[in-house]
């Protein structure tokens, strides 16, 4: 029989290549995303995080869990894409652990410093609850950008958040969007000064984990019914995202992003939103005698 404290220790931090899995809190685990040097998402981020999803719906103990990031300046940056193509089955991967974090009994809360664009914006969007720090958290998904659609529930879920018209302003324009936006327009839950969201974030997950598992389930499972996107929509998404990768014009809008520093702490991922409209020329751009 294992004593309680090798128990605690065995559970007390669960190391991933991805992110690190906090346990030693009764009811609550605590997930930190850590992948340096920008947090990108990998197909190995997406099986690892069905992994934890399998041990969260196996410990019946667990009430709530918080996602949160151990660099200040990227929540998540965005999908690998090329990474990704060659994996083109993880974004299956991904629906599934989506679907499964939205309808889990646990209740799943976002704390939220720096950029979180792309996939993710989609993975905070499938959490229960946002909350983000008011002078660093940058939301975005600049998918269209570069020649793509946003394929892991972006246009499932904010259309359901913040109404057609700004999920169209959100995706259309592939801008970068501060806290104050993103509260404004019922994109998290709400904006804390950042000194202030590691104590809010705290004080209610462990209100919450005060209460019974099985009535919080009950109650998230009611809530679920209005607001929640099916299997089937977010399928139809990830359907469209690779064939429009193969297109030449989104090679091409993908190739201008070699070299200015794509995936590494560099200004352009500091502040994608504002390059995405080099990539490609606009109408008023064209000469005369192209007119």
Not at 184 to 210: E, I, P
Not at 260 to 277: A, C, Q
Request: glycine share 8%; proline share 5%; hydrophobic share 40%.
């Amino acid at each position: 029989m294992m004593t309680q404290s090798s128990a605690t220790q065995r559970g007390s931090e669960q190391a991933n290549t991805q992110f690190n899995t906090d346990r030693t809190h009764p009811g609550r685990w605590t997930v930190t995303f850590s992948n340096p040097p920008i947090n990108m998402f990998l197909p190995t981020t997406i099986i690892e995080l069905g992994t934890l999803m399998t041990d969260l719906e196996a410990d019946p103990s667990v009430k709530v869990v918080v996602f949160q990031s151990a660099n200040p300046d990227f929540f998540i940056a965005h999908l690998d894409v090329a990474k990704a193509a060659e994996r083109p089955e993880v974004l299956g991967l991904w629906r599934d652990f989506v679907l499964r974090l939205s309808s889990a009994p646990v209740v799943s809360v976002a704390k939220i410093r720096g950029r979180t664009r792309g996939i993710g914006n989609e993975f905070v969007l499938a959490c229960d609850m946002r909350f983000a720090s008011r002078q660093s958290a940058v939301f975005g998904n600049p998918e269209v950008g570069v020649g793509l659609v946003p394929g892991g529930g972006a246009l499932e879920w904010l259309p359901r958040l913040v109404g057609r018209s700004r999920a169209l302003e959100i995706v259309l324009s592939g801008d970068d969007f501060d806290a104050d936006i993103a509260e404004r327009y019922g994109w998290v839950n709400r904006t804390l000064d950042d000194a202030n969201l590691d104590s809010f974030v705290d004080a209610l997950v462990r209100r919450l984990a005060s209460f019974d598992r099985e009535t919080l389930a009950a109650a998230k499972a009611q809530v679920n019914r209005f607001g929640t996107p099916t299997a089937a929509e977010l399928q139809s998404s990830i359907d469209l995202f690779f064939p429009l990768l193969a297109l030449p014009s989104a090679q091409a809008r993908r190739a201008k992003i070699r070299g200015i520093g794509y995936g590494v702490p560099s200004d352009f991922e500091l502040n994608f939103g504002r390059y995405l409209p080099t990539f490609g020329r606009a109408d008023d751009d064209a000469t005369g005698q192209e007119r």
